[in-house]
């Protein structure tokens, strides 16, 4: 019998630092911008990543100083669970802070780095550069919660 993974056994906050990184499968879906609707707090997602992503490797090109340069980078830590719901439905720490499993597609599970790309998770491919766009309203979109894969587009 093997095992049982560590996101299976631990908490959030019971991980170490290397845990921790490792349930990020980089699918840069938090650096797309998002509208709330001011009247239910409703969150919509959109096509429009922040301008500091490189398209290609779905990392942020100015990691350290994120905070500064992007006072909206929200910047999760096991201490500040609050802000999980701020993240996408298919965010492995997300899913974990509502005690849900990981899906299939992480590379955790799969074992595969581009089971992310290949399962349409990552945003590569499909968000627009923040600086490309006139109005972020009109790049509303629809991401499934299940599943995560970009139903709509304008
Ligand atoms: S949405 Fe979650 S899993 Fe995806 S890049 Fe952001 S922190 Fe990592
Ligand atoms: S500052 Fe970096 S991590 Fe934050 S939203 Fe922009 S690209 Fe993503």
């Known amino acids: 019998m093997s095992a049982q993974p560590f996101w299976e056994t631990k908490k959030l906050h019971e991980m170490n630092m290397q845990e921790w990184e490792s349930l990020c499968e980089g699918c840069a879906r938090c650096c797309l911008f998002k509208l709330e609707d001011e009247d239910t707090n409703e969150l919509f997602y ?21 905070s500064t340069l992007v006072p909206d980078c929200i910047t999760m830590s096991p201490e500040n669970s609050e802000v999980f719901s701020w993240f996408p439905p298919t965010c492995a720490y997300r899913l974990l802070s509502e005690g849900k499993k990981l899906p299939g597609w992480h590379p955790l599970v799969s074992g595969d ?11 590569g491919g499909w968000a627009i550069p923040e600086d490309e766009v ?3 309203e009109d790049h509303i979109i629809e991401l499934d919660p299940d599943e995560g894969i970009k139903k709509s587009g304008t």
Do not use: F, W
């Open 46 to 66: 959109t096509q429009v990543a922040c301008k500091l992503l490189d398209h290609k490797t779905c990392q942020c090109t100015d990691y350290m100083n994120r």
């Open 113 to 123: 780095p581009e089971s992310v790309r290949k399962a349409g998770i990552s945003i």
């Open 134 to 136: 006139d109005d972020v």
